[in-house]
């Protein structure tokens, strides 16, 4: 086939919806939608990426950086996530003390699906990459808009703390995602454990929950006001809504569990979420091996026939190292979260099952997080979709009693992702061209 530098360009743009990072994924993508052997694509490829990272550095003023999916897997800042858990968890027998336990539970169940939704979204439309933040500050309009609606939370909480608890928990879930990836984790962590023992030594519950969310908008200002704007495009929002939709369906396991009690001050699940949080988040720091083992791989073999097995492997050794380090550290943490709150006097049946159930949905938002931020939106939405079926179907019992509603999720949403993920490795390059 014969094809110019500037036609391979505009296939290499076409097939992306955005300028390549270097030559390697030109070269594959020119394979994989161009019909270019390797000895045709490399050339090709060194020439129209150079001419491209030579725009996008004089653009940026700097050089181009890898791609990466921006997750907060540092330990350090992982403490950000765990304190805003915990910290809006100090609220629960305050809050239901003063209002009443339907006014609590409908809060929580309220807010935790809009807050993995919209999580799911600022990661998938901005934090693809170190200048997410900037790409994120760039969006003049929208922060404008969301800043004012935000200022309601605060005026929300002084008059009708009742109404505006869901709110409040938004505000505090999403903007600890910002505050953790500008780097500042352990600092909001420790101004959280503070807030949590105010409540404890005497302080009103309302008064605590207005000054989280003025920490947390005041760190969100300040994550965003000390980034620089970036001028690369966000992803497409055709991308990322689907994202979020993905995001916000998995939390609806919990939301629609009938085993998890949400009002006891023991076994409440937002603690029992923080496993699951652990597991995935060491998972996800193990995949960020895609963009060093797999990437060194690919390019050391230029993407030969037969090395394509080899990278295959890699792959599939990478993503099933990171499934296993969920599920060990989840079980582990679990287990020592159930030994404390066992002590604390929580029933040992209720616990056991609210562990496992929680461990479980961590088992789905895993598999599906990873066919999403590969591009598999279709499978992503299949497992979350099969999940909550065999979740609807075990709490009607029409699985019988052998498994719980989680577990029977878990399992449904296993064996829906194992053909995508096998169909996603066995196609390595063809995978990294893809992701946004």
């Known amino acids: 086939m014969r094809i110019t530098e500037g036609q391979a360009a505009a296939r290499v743009r076409a097939a992306l919806g955005r300028e390549p990072q270097d030559a390697l994924e030109s070269a594959v993508v020119l394979e994989a939608w161009g019909g270019l052997v390797p000895r045709v694509a490399m050339p090709l490829a060194r020439g129209t990426a150079g001419t491209q990272v030579r725009r996008a550095r004089a653009a940026a003023g700097g050089p181009v950086k890898r791609p990466r999916e921006v997750t907060p897997s540092d330990p350090r800042e992982l403490l950000g996530l765990v304190a805003a858990l915990l910290a809006t968890t100090a609220w629960v027998a305050p809050l239901a003390a003063e209002f009443g336990t339907a006014v609590t539970e409908g809060a929580w169940k309220l807010a935790l699906p809009f807050s993995f939704a919209l999580q799911w979204l600022v990661r998938r439309r901005w934090l693809t990459d170190a200048d997410g933040l900037g790409r994120l500050r760039a969006e003049r309009g929208l922060l404008t808009a969301v800043g004012a609606l935000s200022a309601l939370v605060p005026v929300g909480v002084l008059l009708a703390p009742e109404r505006s608890l869901a709110a409040a928990l938004l505000v505090t879930w999403v903007g600890s995602l910002v505050v953790v990836v500008r780097g500042w984790g352990v600092q909001y962590a420790l101004a959280l454990v503070l807030a949590v023992a105010a409540v404890h030594a005497g302080l009103p519950v309302r008064a605590d929950v207005l000054a989280v969310v003025l920490l947390t908008q005041a760190a969100v200002g300040a994550a965003l006001l000390t ?35 949400w009002t006891s001050t023991s076994t409440f699940p937002v603690v029992a979420l923080v496993p699951s949080l652990l597991g995935s988040i060491w998972a996800n720091r193990h995949l960020d091996r895609v963009w060093t083992v797999l990437l060194d791989v690919l390019a050391s073999t230029r993407l030969r026939e037969h090395a394509r097995s080899r990278a295959a492997g890699v792959f599939g050794g990478i993503v099933a190292g990171a499934f296993a380090r969920l599920l060990l550290l989840t079980t582990a943490s679990s287990l020592v979260l159930g030994a404390v709150l066992h002590a604390g006097g929580a029933a040992p049946a209720a616990l056991t099952a609210l562990l496992l159930g929680l461990g479980c949905f961590g088992v789905v938002g895993f598999l599906a997080g990873v066919l999403e931020a590969y591009s598999r939106l279709g499978a992503a939405a299949a497992v979350v979709a099969a999940a909550l079926a065999a979740e609807v179907l075990a709490g009607a019992g029409a699985l019988g009693d052998a498994l719980p509603p989680l577990a029977a999720a878990a399992v449904a949403a296993t064996a829906t992702a194992v053909p995508a993920v096998v169909r996603l490795v066995r196609q390595p390059a063809r995978t990294l061209a893809t992701m946004l």
């Not at 992803?235 to 085993?259: H, N, Y």
């Open 227 to 261: 980034t620089p704007r970036s001028v690369r495009p966000p992803t497409p929002w055709g991308r990322a809504l689907p994202a979020a939709a993905v995001g916000g369906a998995t939390a609806l396991l919990v939301v629609l569990d009938p085993s998890v009690g």
